[in-house]
C-alpha cells in the first residue's frame, strides 16, 4: 500500500529565507508524485509533479523538489520565502494503475512567513 | 474555462440529518473524484467516477454515503444519516479523460461540513 508522511505539521521561516518542506513516500511500485498547496478559501492547487522523467522538478512561483529514490523522499524546496508562500502543502503520491490515478495525500504542512 | 465549484461551501447540520453536497467539474473532464479531509488529518480519498461510472469506491467510510454522478456532468454526495464524526472538508476534483498518459486532477474549493 502507498503512504506519504509530511515531516513537521508547521514549519515558519523568515521572509527571504529558504523554505524546505519534507516529504516521504512508500510505494511498492515505481510512484508518480506531487506537491499541492491550498491557499486560504481556495481549492488545492498543483505545485509540480514527478512522473519518472527528470529526478529534479521545478514548479510553480518558484518552487523545486527532487525525486530521491534511495532516500523514498520528494522534499519541497525554494530558495527565498515570500509572504505571499504561507499556504498549507500536501505532498501526494499514486500509482497510476490502470490509466487512473488516485491520490494518495500526506497530513499537509503550513507554512508561516515572518517579516 | 471555469474551474471546479463546489456547493455549498459551508454546511452546520445536525447529527440525523441528511445532506448534499455538490461538484461541478470542469466541462469535459471524464474523471471525477472525491476526497476528505477529517480536521488536521490527511486528504483522503473517497470514490472516482468515469463519466457516470463508479471506477472505485473503495474509500467511501460507510453505506451512510451515497454518490452519483447522473449523466456524467455534476456529481452529488449525499450523507444520510450524519454522524460526528462525519465533519470535515470534502474535496472534488475532475481531471481529462482517457488512459495513457497522466492526467492532472483540477480541485474544488471544498465544502466544509460540520455535524453538532
Known amino acids: 500500500a502507498q503512504s506519504v508522511t509530511q515531516l513537521g505539521s508547521h514549519v515558519s521561516v523568515s521572509e527571504g529565507a529558504l523554505v524546505l518542506l519534507r516529504c516521504n513516500y512508500s510505494?511498492?511500485?515505481?510512484?508518480?508524485l506531487f506537491w499541492y498547496v491550498q491557499y486560504p478559501n481556495q481549492g488545492l492547487q498543483l505545485l509540480l509533479k514527478y512522473t519518472s522523467a527528470a529526478t529534479l522538478v521545478k514548479g510553480i512561483n518558484g518552487f523545486e523538489a527532487e525525486f530521491k529514490k534511495s532516500e523514498t523522499s520528494f522534499h519541497l524546496t525554494k530558495p527565498s520565502a515570500h509572504m505571499s508562500d504561507a499556504a498549507e502543502y500536501f505532498c501526494?503520491?499514486?500509482?497510476?494503475?490502470?490509466?487512473?490515478?488516485?491520490?494518495?495525500f500526506g497530513a499537509g504542512t503550513r507554512l508561516a512567513v515572518h517579516p | 474555462e471555469a474551474g471546479v465549484t463546489q456547493f455549498p461551501s459551508h454546511s452546520v447540520i445536525e447529527k440525523g440529518q441528511t445532506v448534499t453536497l455538490r461538484c461541478d467539474p470542469i466541462?469535459?473532464?471524464?474523471?471525477l473524484y472525491w476526497y476528505r479531509r477529517v480536521m488536521g488529518k490527511e486528504i483522503k480519498f473517497l470514490l472516482h467516477?468515469?463519466?457516470?461510472?463508479?471506477?472505485?469506491e473503495s474509500g467511501m467510510p460507510n453505506n451512510r454515503f451515497l454518490a452519483e454522478r447522473t449523466g456524467g456532468t455534476y456529481s452529488t454526495l449525499k450523507v444520510q444519516p450524519a454522524e460526528l464524526e462525519d465533519s470535515g472538508v470534502y474535496f472534488c476534483?475532475?481531471?481529462?479523460?482517457?488512459?495513457?498518459?497522466?492526467?492532472?486532477?483540477?480541485f474544488g474549493p471544498g465544502t466544509r461540513l460540520t455535524v453538532l
Open positions: 467516477f468515469v463519466k457516470e461510472s463508479k471506477q472505485d
Open positions: 476534483a475532475s481531471s481529462r479523460g482517457g488512459t495513457v498518459t497522466y492526467n492532472e486532477q483540477f
Open positions: 510505494s511498492s511500485v515505481p510512484p508518480y
Open positions: 466541462s469535459g473532464h471524464d474523471n
Open positions: 501526494a503520491v499514486s500509482d497510476f494503475s490502470g490509466g487512473y490515478n488516485k491520490l494518495i
